[in-house]
């Protein structure tokens, strides 16, 4: 039986509340630079001429309706992304890596810090590390356990 380790909720709440920063700001940037009459007064000088401040307000809306996007965006591609456990192999996203290839798990820093590494050799045959975080997936402690059953 595959365990799986699903992204982390604490990751996705990250993405959303960067999101809603984001677009919160461009609100707040979009109206005073194009509605506040009042911030608008303050920030021109007597010819007519807006200083740093308005013409800040005026061109970071776009910028950070795009930055809330591509976070949108990203956030929507990664969101089944997942460890899984199975019967012969540790599958995270498009890596595969069979148990045979598993040298060891350092779990040294799994109970204080939430992480362990998992060291392999790749297909060309080099060693390789992976840190596999809790705050990355959700449920590492059943994934953990599943592999250690299955390596020893």
């Not at 909720?9 to 677009?23: D, H, P, S, T, W």
């Not at 929507?76 to 598993?102: C, P, T």
């Amino acid at each position: 039986m595959a365990i799986e380790a699903p992204l982390s909720k604490y990751r996705k709440n990250n993405f959303k509340i960067g999101i809603a920063v984001l677009v919160g700001l461009a609100i707040w940037f979009a109206y005073d630079g194009y509605q506040n009459e009042k911030f608008i007064q303050k920030h021109t000088d007597q010819s007519g001429v807006p200083d740093s401040t308005l013409v800040f307000n005026r061109t970071a809306p776009p910028y950070l309706a795009a930055g809330a996007l591509i976070l949108g965006v990203y956030l929507f591609a990664i969101k089944n992304k997942k460890v899984i456990a199975g019967q012969d192999r540790l599958v995270i996203g498009k890596r595969e890596i069979a148990y045979d290839s598993i040298e060891k798990i350092d779990k040294t820093h799994f109970n204080s810090k939430g992480y362990f590494v998992v060291t392999y050799k790749d297909y060309q045959g080099v060693d390789s590390n992976l840190k596999i975080s809790d705050r990355t997936y959700d449920n590492l402690p059943a994934v953990l356990d599943e592999l250690i059953a299955k390596i020893s």
